[in-house]
């Protein structure tokens, strides 16, 4: 393994001569959405196996020069991360446990048999990066500017094995709620004839190829009226797993949290880490094991289970007011967000905002 540290890589910044009017910017940043307009900049990272990480730089953001035969667009040996940075009062720019993003771009890098980047150069890419283009992250409440590192396999050849040239980039996108109705409760659709991923597969890396093959039954959500796609465990197709791009969990009356325990085949989601530590900090129990459809189903129908809410960086929580699928729906469509929900949610931003205070040393300073 390669054990370059930021120490050793020097970045060196190309200003854009002609990044976005103020005006223009400012109008973005009203208004942002989710993932539509990118910053000025964005950083890269070169990598072979002879010379190991090498040429870090911040540079205009802009197309990628790819050979056609580049190994990405054959055989998708790509991963990535999602994380935001958070502008607080003083105008100063946090970010929220970076080195647990950097370990799992590391898992995910030994599952797509893609370079481990040291935890420092990943950290390290996001303090340039956000100080060039610190103006673009937003104040409004609520918003922030999710940052997308990646990495892909760019070597030109066409034999199925692990390339022997990557590169690392990372590019910034303003961002207000991921969901267009913002933290009003969302429906999800069962897929019932898809599964995300299966044992022994790459459910627990972030790579693009899960996402691929999240698309189709998506669309059927979305044609069903709903805003994610759970899926169920590949085997007995009998246990929550998770949705498109979220980690779930559904909450007991008295206030106990579940939420299906990874066993390799879910991305183990670090709102998610943050929640189970965040609900246990509030005294509430949590439950992380195999979760069954039916019990769900029974807990709604008993009164047992009175919430459920998905969570990720890009949609921070939301509330679940009902799963559906082509034969039934469990809860009601039009139920407000739950208690419990609300307070996790409130907790969260709280800290991630710097309103609250950091007692788990979560933050780390960008800009
Ligand atoms: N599960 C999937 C499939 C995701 O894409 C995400 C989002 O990153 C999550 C869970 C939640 O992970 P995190 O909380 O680290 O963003
Ligand atoms: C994230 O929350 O960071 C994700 O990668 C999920 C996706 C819905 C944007």
């Known amino acids: 393994m390669n054990t370059t540290s930021a120490n050793q890589v020097e970045f060196t910044i190309n200003r854009n001569a002609n990044p976005l009017p103020e005006a223009e910017r400012n109008a973005i940043l009203q208004n942002p959405g989710f993932g539509k307009y990118f910053t000025d900049h964005m950083a890269t990272i070169d990598w072979t196996r002879e010379q190991g990480w090498h040429d870090a730089r911040i540079v205009p953001y802009g197309p990628l020069q790819l050979d ?17 940075a958070y502008r607080h009062a003083d105008g100063s720019v946090w970010t929220f446990r970076p080195e647990a993003n950097a370990l799992r771009f590391q ?11 040291p935890v420092d150069l990943f950290i ?69 004839e898809f599964s995300r991923a299966g044992k022994g597969g790459t459910g627990e890396a972030k790579c693009g190829g899960n996402y691929a093959a999240s698309l189709l039954p998506q669309q059927e959500a979305y044609a069903n009226g709903c805003s994610q796609v759970l899926f169920l465990d590949a085997e007995e197709h009998t246990y929550l797993e998770e949705l498109g791009g979220m980690n779930i969990f ?95 949610r409130n907790k969260l931003t709280g800290i991630q905002y710097g309103l609250e205070e950091d007692t788990h040393g979560w933050l780390t300073r960008l800009a």
């Open 68 to 84: 056609p035969a580049a190994s990405v667009l054959h055989y998708a040996q790509e991963i990535f991360e999602g994380l935001k």
């Open 107 to 117: 898992l995910s890098a030994r599952r797509l048999a893609l370079p481990e980047l």
């Open 124 to 192: 390290e890419s996001l303090k340039q990066l956000i100080s060039v283009d610190k103006a673009w992250v937003p104040s409004a409440p609520e918003t922030s500017a999710y940052i997308r590192p990646f990495m892909i396999a760019n070597e030109s050849f066409l034999g199925v094995r692990s390339a022997e040239r990557a590169a690392y980039h990372v590019i910034v996108s303003p961002a207000g709620s991921y969901f267009a109705k913002g933290m009003q409760p969302i429906s999800i659709w069962l897929a019932s």
């Open 250 to 344: 559904l909450v007991r009356k008295d206030g106990t949290l579940i939420t299906p325990k990874p066993s390799g085949s879910i991305l183990k989601g670090i709102t998610r880490a943050s929640l189970i530590q965040l609900a246990e900090d509030m005294g509430l129990k949590v439950e992380e094991r195999k979760v069954a459809l039916q019990e769900w189903r029974d807990g709604i129908n008993s009164g047992e289970i009175t919430e459920a809410f998905a969570c990720g960086t890009a949609a921070v929580i939301a509330p679940i007011s009902a799963l559906k699928s082509k034969d039934f729906i469990i809860g009601d469509e039009n139920a407000p967000a739950g208690k419990v929900t609300v307070a996790l």
